[in-house]
């Protein structure tokens, strides 16, 4: 029997648990493999052939391969884990994040710095804030079929 996770009714909440953890074993394996400069070197020269080293579904190899952070978190990425994918494009966790949200780096960085979304809207999933899947920018992520 599972564990009762009213955490999942949160829109835009993917909560790192246990049942994520072993989700994304591999992958973020691989996200770690990034921190070593050959290793990235290796990525960077032919993703695909470094991706198929690695035991990941195909679904994560392709979020990985297409930058798509809500989708690679949503099939058991750590976001510190995933952090070394963009760093390894030269992309900042502020970019990263941003690009999560459908934001520019400048307009992340403003929504920030006025508090964060509103929670308008945003308190279950279903109303019709701005943290909806619906409302996000990589094909909601949340919904697809796994």
């Known amino acids: ?3 009762d996770k009213p955490y999942k009714d949160i829109p835009g909440t993917i909560i790192f648990d246990a049942e994520q953890s072993r989700k994304g074993y ?5 996200c770690m493999s990034l921190m070593k400069a050959e290793n990235r070197e290796r990525f960077k020269a032919d993703q695909r052939a470094y991706l198929d080293q690695w035991p990941m579904t195909e679904e994560q190899k392709q979020a990985v391969l ?4 809500n989708r690679a978190m949503a099939l058991g990425g750590n976001i510190y884990f995933l952090a070394k994918i963009g760093a390894t494009h030269g992309k900042s966790f502020q970019q990263m994040a941003g690009s999560m949200t459908g934001m520019n780096e ?5 929504m920030m710095i006025r508090g964060g979304r509103s929670i308008e809207g ?4 279903g109303e019709d804030g701005d943290a909806q899947a619906r409302h996000q920018p990589q094909g909601q992520a949340g919904r697809k079929a796994s």
């Open 66 to 69: 297409d930058m798509d952070l």
């Open 1 to 3: 029997m599972g564990l």
């Open 122 to 125: 945003n308190l279950r999933i």
């Open 26 to 30: 591999h992958l973020n394996q691989f």
């Open 106 to 110: 400048d307009e992340y960085r403003a």
